[in-house]
C-alpha cells in the first residue's frame, strides 16, 4: 500500500508547531525524551535535539515539509552541522536524522549510500509514518479501511477501499485520509487515529482546511453517509448519572463529629472551599516534573503560613483550568487535591452545578472522565481508553462496554473530555507508574485536543533557602 503523510496548517507558523509535534512523537517511539526545538546556534539553528531514555546517546535532527523532495546539498549542509554538534560532545555518541515529508532525490539517497561510513539517517513521510505506527500513537492503515469499510456498509453494499492513504497531521490530531469507491461515487472517508471514524462535523471542518492547503482537491467526502450508533446517547448519560452518584458527595470521616454526623453523606458543594491555585513549576515534586507529560504544573496554595514564595500571582480553579488546559495539581496530603478531582467531575456531569461555588469555572460542555491511578492494574497491556472502560466495568455502570468505548471515543475526537487523574503516585511500583505515564504520553498525542488534570502528592523536601509546597 502506498503511504503519504501531509500536513494541514492554517499558516507556517501552525505547520511549523504540527511539525514539532510529528517529530518530537517519531523521537519518542524511538527512545528519545527531553526534545528541545528550534535550538539556536551561531550562524545556524539546530531543528531538533534530544537525548535518549535508556542509553547514554544524544540526537541531533533536520526536519524539512517542503513539496519537493530534499537534494543532496541540503543534506551535506546539515551533515556540517552535525559534525560541528559531534566535535562538541567530547566523545558522546550523537546520532544524525535528517527527516523530510516529502522524500529525498535519488541523488542524495545514493550520495549516502555511496559513504563507506554512514553519517546520518535519512527518514521520509512514509517511514516517519511506519514508526508512529508501530509505536501506537496511529493505528495501521489497513486498520482504518477495515472501519471505513465496515462503516459505509450500511450505506451502500458497494464499497471499494483503494490502495493507498494519506495520514494527516492536523491541531486536532492525526486522521488517515482514505481513498474510497461507494457505488459509482469516489469520494474520501476520514478515519481518527485511534480507527474510528470521524464525526461529520469534524470532518468537515477538517476537510475544508484540507481543501485550502491542497486547492486541486475534488473528491466527495463520504464522512456524512456515516451514522452514529444510537446506542451512543445513552452510554452517556449512564456514565454521567454514575461520576455525580461516586463523587457528588462527602463524608466526614477521620474528622472530629459525632458518630450521626461522621456518618452523614454532605453534598458536595454544601462543604467544598474554593482553593487557590498558583503557578510554581520551580517548587513541584520532582517525581511528578520528570514523569508526567504535562505542559504545566500547578501546585495548590493555601497560604504562605508566614513564609514568602517565589510563584507567579495565585488564581481560582477556573482560571487555571482556563489557562492550562493540561495541567499537575501537587500538593502535601490534606491540602484538598482530590476534593479538585471531585469537584470537577460532578460540576462538567451535572452543569448545573458549576455555579454553585465561587471557583469561577467556566461553563463549557466537556465530558468529565475520571481515572483512580490505585484502582489501574497492569498499565503496560491496557491503554488509556481500556483502563477508563476497566472501572466503568469495575463500577457496575448500567452501559455496555463496547458502547461506552465507541461513546468516548466519540466525545474525544470532538474535542469535548477532561480527563480527571487521580493519584499518580499511588500505583503500587515505580515501572507501573512509569508505563502509566508511556500510556498518557501517546494518548495526550493521539488526543491534542483532550483536556487533563492530574492529582499527584507533593514529596519533595525544600532545599536550603527554598519554601516547600504547602498543604
Not at 516517519?128 to 482504518?144: D, H, I, M, S
Not at 456498509?153 to 490530531?173: F, H, K, M, R, Y
Not at 513541584?284 to 516534573?289: A, G, L, N, P, S
Not at 495539581?329 to 465561587?358: D, F, H, M, N
Request: glycine residues 8%; charged residues 25%; neutral net charge.
Amino acid at each position: 500500500m502506498k503511504i503519504s503523510l501531509a500536513i494541514v496548517a492554517a499558516d507556517s507558523n501552525e505547520k511549523g508547531d504540527l511539525l514539532g509535534r510529528l517529530v518530537v512523537d517519531f523521537f519518542y517511539c524511538l527512545g528519545y525524551d527531553d526534545c528541545k526545538l528550534n535550538i539556536p546556534k551561531s550562524g545556524r539553528e539546530i531543528d531538533l535535539k534530544a537525548r535518549h531514555r535508556r542509553e547514554p546517546r544524544l540526537v541531533v535532527a533536520e526536519c524539512k515539509a517542503t513539496s519537493a523532495p530534499i537534494g543532496g546539498a541540503d543534506v551535506n549542509k546539515f551533515a556540517g552541522v552535525l559534525g560541528a554538534e559531534r566535535d562538541k560532545a567530547d566523545g558522546a555518541d550523537v546520532r544524525g536524522y535528517f527527516i523530510s515529508l516529502s522524500g529525498f532525490t535519488s541523488s542524495a539517497i545514493q550520495q549516502e549510500e555511496d559513504l563507506k561510513r554512514s553519517r546520518l539517517t535519512l527518514i521520509n513521510g512514509s517511514e516517519l509514518v511506519e514508526e508512529l505506527v508501530r509505536g501506537k500513537f496511529v493505528v495501521p492503515a489497513t486498520k482504518a479501511q477495515l472501519s471505513a469499510v465496515k462503516a459505509l456498509s450500511d450505506s451502500s453494499p458497494e464499497v471499494e477501499v483503494q490502495d493507498n492513504a494519506a495520514l494527516l497531521g492536523t491541531t486536532t490530531g492525526w486522521f488517515w485520509l482514505l481513498d474510497i469507491l461507494v457505488g459509482s461515487t469516489q469520494g474520501a472517508l476520514l478515519v481518527h487515529a485511534d480507527g474510528s471514524v470521524v464525526s461529520a462535523t469534524v470532518a468537515a471542518e477538517t476537510w475544508a482546511a484540507f481543501a485550502r492547503n491542497y486547492p486541486s482537491e475534488s473528491r466527495t467526502l463520504l464522512n456524512k453517509l456515516v451514522s452514529q450508533p444510537a446506542d451512543l446517547e445513552s452510554s452517556q448519560r449512564e456514565y454521567l448519572q454514575y461520576i455525580v452518584r461516586d463523587f457528588g458527595g462527602i463524608t466526614l470521616e477521620g474528622l472530629p463529629a459525632t458518630r450521626q454526623v461522621g456518618s452523614r453523606r454532605f453534598r458536595l458543594e454544601d462543604l467544598y472551599v474554593p482553593l487557590t491555585l498558583s503557578e510554581a513549576a520551580d517548587e513541584t515534586d520532582e517525581q511528578v516534573q520528570e514523569e508526567s507529560p504535562m505542559r504545566d504544573l500547578l501546585t495548590i496554595s493555601r497560604g504562605s503560613r508566614g513564609r514568602k514564595r517565589s510563584t507567579t500571582r495565585s488564581m481560582s480553579l477556573g482560571e487555571a483550568l482556563i489557562k492550562h488546559p493540561r495541567l499537575a495539581i501537587v500538593g502535601l496530603p490534606g491540602s484538598g487535591k482530590s476534593t479538585i478531582i471531585k469537584r470537577l467531575a460532578v460540576a462538567y456531569a451535572e452543569r448545573s452545578r458549576i455555579r454553585e461555588s465561587r471557583d469561577k469555572l467556566p461553563d463549557q460542555p466537556l465530558f468529565p472522565v475520571v481515572i483512580r491511578c490505585r484502582e489501574v492494574s497492569k498499565p503496560s497491556r491496557s491503554s488509556i481508553v481500556t483502563m477508563i472502560a476497566d472501572q466503568v466495568d469495575r463500577a457496575e455502570v448500567p452501559t455496555a462496554r463496547d458502547a461506552f468505548i465507541r461513546m468516548l471515543t466519540a466525545e474525544l475526537n470532538e474535542g469535548r473530555v477532561l480527563l480527571l487523574i487521580d493519584g499518580l503516585d499511588e500505583f503500587q511500583s515505580t515501572q507501573d507508574r512509569a508505563s502509566f505515564v508511556a500510556q498518557l504520553r501517546t494518548f495526550l498525542s493521539t488526543y491534542p485536543t483532550c483536556q487533563v488534570v492530574l492529582r499527584a502528592t507533593g514529596s519533595r523536601r525544600p532545599r536550603s533557602g527554598q519554601t516547600g509546597t504547602p498543604g
